[in-house]
């Protein structure tokens, strides 16, 4: 008896609802001086239909996986093949879960298929927890407002 083995990038496979997202520094300098803190936000590019599949195993403590190889990828994402996308406009994959949000770092990406139908993302997932934030609909350009007292 054969077994049959089902590609990567069949439809079936395509489950998962994710959030491609770009990300950005913002300081805390405005609210309070004395702080140093640099906060990572992240904004959404687009939301697609995935198909995720692990590669290896992580140790997570309190949500953030423990140091390992950041190398290393844990999962594979595949989504289709977006004209609208610029795939070098983000660099992070969110994804809710009914056992809590996840982030995955994008660390390569490639044209699968024959015909480069989809893409693959090789991904580390960086977050498994109910606490993690989740992506903010745009980024605020603050550089776009004038200093307080200056006039045009």
Same mark, same amino acid.
């Given at each position: ?11 079936? !496979? ?34 697609v ?11 997570y ?43 995955? !770092? ?9 015909q ?23 980024? !605020? ?12």
């Amino acid at each position: 008896m054969t077994a049959i083995i089902k590609s990567p990038t069949a439809l079936s !496979k395509f489950k998962h609802r994710v959030v491609l997202a770009s990300s950005y520094t913002e300081g805390q300098e405005k609210d309070n001086p004395a702080s140093a803190d640099i906060i990572l936000k992240r904004t959404i590019v687009k939301e697609v239909s995935a198909a995720i599949s692990p590669i290896k195993g992580s140790f997570y403590l309190n949500g953030f996986a423990m140091e390992e190889n950041r190398n290393l990828p844990s999962h594979s994402i595949y989504i289709r093949y977006n004209r609208d996308i610029d795939i070098t406009g983000f660099a992070w994959v969110y994804e809710e879960r009914p056992s809590g949000r996840r982030w995955y !770092k994008v660390l390569t990406v490639q044209e699968v298929e024959e015909q480069q139908r989809f893409w693959q993302f090789k991904v580390r997932l960086q977050q498994k927890s109910e606490a993690a934030v989740e992506p903010v609909k745009e980024k !605020k350009d603050d550089f776009l407002q004038l200093p307080k007292g200056a006039r045009l």
